[in-house]
T-cell receptor, first 116, second 115 residues
């Protein structure tokens, strides 16, 4: 149980294009999903928190117009990197948490984004 | 602000031996959760163990156990009978309801297992 999937696992795009990454909780309903960014050999940096049916809350320094997050259902959240540039190249990870405040966050396998 | 510190960037252990990874945190809250996550080369984050702050008993999961010292704000992870598959980056993380249930991660410790 408690499986979170991400799609795609790896995407390469040209500078200026937009890329959408999907995060799904496969066997539980996630009221809250989190999006992280990770650079090689570094820790996870929280980008934003999304709750089903409401606007995402972005961490300080994260451009909300650049990283669009939608949490349309209890099992799906999407991150769209708009007008991507090479500096947006990174590893993006989502996590999902079920209803109870004490519930554990479960992580997706991550998406590697390379912007040429 | 809550901070999590992992002071060991890298650790090595011989196969079948025991290793302890250190973690300290700073908080003024009394109700919170602590976690150890493992990130192998695949980069999939895997929950190793969790500890609720209100529980005095240290959490244990098979070969993994923690030493939770609430007053000292210390949360170390002990791995017994180390296996090659334990080689990974290990992250200590803190979470509290007052902080919106967001995970605060330490910088991570790379664990190498020698055969």
């Amino acid at each position: 149980g408690a499986v979170v999937s991400q799609h795609p696992s790896w995407v390469i795009c040209k500078s200026g294009t937009s890329v959408k990454i999907e995060c799904r909780s496969l066997d539980f309903q996630a009221t809250t999903m989190f999006w992280y960014r990770q650079f090689p050999k570094q820790s996870l940096m929280l980008m934003a928190t999304s709750n089903e049916g409401s606007k995402a809350t972005y961490e300080q320094g994260v451009e909300k117009d650049k990283f669009l997050i939608n949490h349309a259902s209890l099992t799906l959240s999407t991150l769209t990197v708009t007008s991507a540039h090479p500096e947006d190249s990174s590893f993006y990870i989502c996590s999902a948490q079920a209803f109870l405040p004490g519930d554990t966050q479960y992580f997706g396998p991550g998406t590697r984004l390379t912007v040429l | 602000a809550q901070t999590v510190t992992q002071s060991q960037p890298e650790m090595s252990v011989q196969e079948a031996e025991t290793v302890t990874l250190s973690c300290t945190y700073d908080t003024s809250e009394s109700d919170y959760y602590l976690f150890w996550y493992k990130q192998p080369p695949s980069r999939q984050m895997i929950l190793v163990i969790r500890q609720e702050a209100y529980k005095q008993q240290n959490a244990t999961e098979n070969r993994f156990s923690v030493n939770f010292q609430k007053a000292a704000k210390s949360f170390s992870l002990k791995i017994s009978d180390s296996q090659l598959g334990d080689a990974a980056m290990y992250f200590c993380a803190y979470r509290s309801r007052e902080y919106g249930n967001k995970l605060v991660f330490g910088a991570g410790t790379i664990l190498r297992v020698k055969s």
